[in-house]
């Protein structure tokens, strides 16, 4: 479904990404996972066509993306980023709604659609009418996720998606949305700094390091044959995360 061939960026002095070579496959929920500044959301960045490789490509469904498809390709494309990433001066179904709306959907093809999302997020409908600022974090999340939804996408792309939300309700839409992905069966590729929801939601996790990717495998993979000893010492310092998460499965 997406596949990065040599792929690197480069911000000024600093290399972001080294070649990379890495294949998303249909279908499957692929987890990348590292430090800060290790280049996860500059990888995310290549695969949604936010971010230009200065090297190598990145193809979509076959296609190299390019300046005259991109338009084209974001639109089979959902990105939910932390917090939502919502316009404060748009209510939720003005949100949620906004590209199919550009598109020129008809009134009762988006309504319809709104409908359908709402019932697979567990959004409440008497909610729709607020704008950002009046939703709580986790509604907020949910609105980001429909919008992401809208247009029937291909692959899901999160960027660090429940990071902002206080434990209790990280740990609710993570059980929601792992549901939602198996219901969906979407490819999924979703960033994160927290190795136990890596566990929870990936088919496979790849694990990043200065702008490299150290290892890609399950994390009894990642546990019981760390590619470098960098993989254990991550590990290691994120057993607290799992002791609160109920362990890895």
């Given at each position: 479904?997406?596949?990065?061939?040599?792929?690197?960026?480069?911000?000024?002095?600093?290399?972001?990404?080294?070649?990379?070579?890495?294949?998303?496959?249909?279908?499957?929920?692929?987890?990348?996972?590292?430090?800060?500044?290790?280049?996860?959301?500059?990888?995310?960045?290549?695969?949604?066509?936010?971010?230009?490789?200065?090297?190598?490509?990145?193809?979509?469904?076959?296609?190299?993306?390019?300046?005259?498809?991109?338009?084209?390709?974001?639109?089979?494309?959902?990105?939910?980023?932390?917090?939502?990433?919502?316009?404060?001066?748009?209510?939720?179904?003005?949100?949620?709604?906004?590209?199919?709306?550009?598109?020129?959907?008809?009134?009762a093809r988006m309504?319809?659609?709104?409908?359908?999302?709402?019932?697979?997020?567990?959004?409440?409908?008497?909610?729709?009418?607020?704008?950002?600022?009046?939703?709580?974090?986790?509604?907020?999340?949910?609105?980001?996720?429909?919008?992401?939804?809208?247009?029937?996408?291909?692959?899901?792309?999160?960027?660090?998606?429940?990071?902002?939300?206080?434990?209790?309700?990280?740990?609710?839409?993570?059980?929601?949305?792992?549901?939602?992905?198996?219901?969906?069966?979407?490819?999924?590729?979703?960033?994160?700094?927290?190795?136990?929801?890596?566990?929870?939601?990936?088919?496979?996790?790849?694990?990043?390091?200065?702008?490299?990717?150290?290892?890609?495998?399950?994390?009894?993979?990642?546990?019981?044959?760390?590619?470098?000893p960098f993989v254990?010492?991550?590990?290691?310092?994120?057993?607290?995360?799992?002791?609160?998460?109920?362990?890895?499965?």
């Amino acid at each position: 479904m997406l596949n990065l061939e040599q792929a690197a960026k480069r911000f000024g002095e600093t290399q972001a990404l080294h070649p990379i070579d890495l294949t998303v496959t249909p279908g499957r929920t692929l987890v990348v996972i590292g430090p800060s500044g290790c280049g996860k959301s500059t990888l995310l960045g290549l695969m949604n066509g936010l971010v230009t490789p200065d090297q190598g490509r990145v193809t979509f469904d076959g296609v190299a993306l390019s300046a005259e498809n991109l338009t084209a390709m974001r639109r089979r494309m959902g990105y939910v980023i932390q917090d939502g990433g919502l316009f404060p001066h748009l209510t939720a179904a003005a949100n949620v709604t906004l590209m199919a709306r550009v598109l020129g959907w008809e009134r009762a093809r988006m309504a319809s659609r709104l409908e359908v999302l709402t019932g697979l997020t567990d959004f409440p409908a008497d909610a729709l009418a607020r704008f950002p600022g009046e939703l709580s974090g986790g509604q907020r999340q949910r609105v980001g996720l429909m919008r992401a939804l809208m247009l029937d996408p291909d692959v899901l792309l999160l960027d660090e998606p429940l990071g902002a939300l206080d434990p209790l309700i990280r740990f609710e839409l993570q059980t929601e949305l792992r549901d939602i992905f198996s219901r969906l069966a979407k490819t999924v590729v979703m960033v994160t700094h927290d190795l136990a929801e890596a566990a929870f939601f990936a088919d496979s996790i790849v694990l990043m390091r200065a702008g490299r990717i150290v290892q890609q495998g399950g994390i009894e993979d990642m546990s019981g044959s760390p590619a470098d000893p960098f993989v254990t010492r991550f590990i290691e310092a994120q057993r607290g995360h799992w002791a609160n998460a109920g362990g890895p499965p």
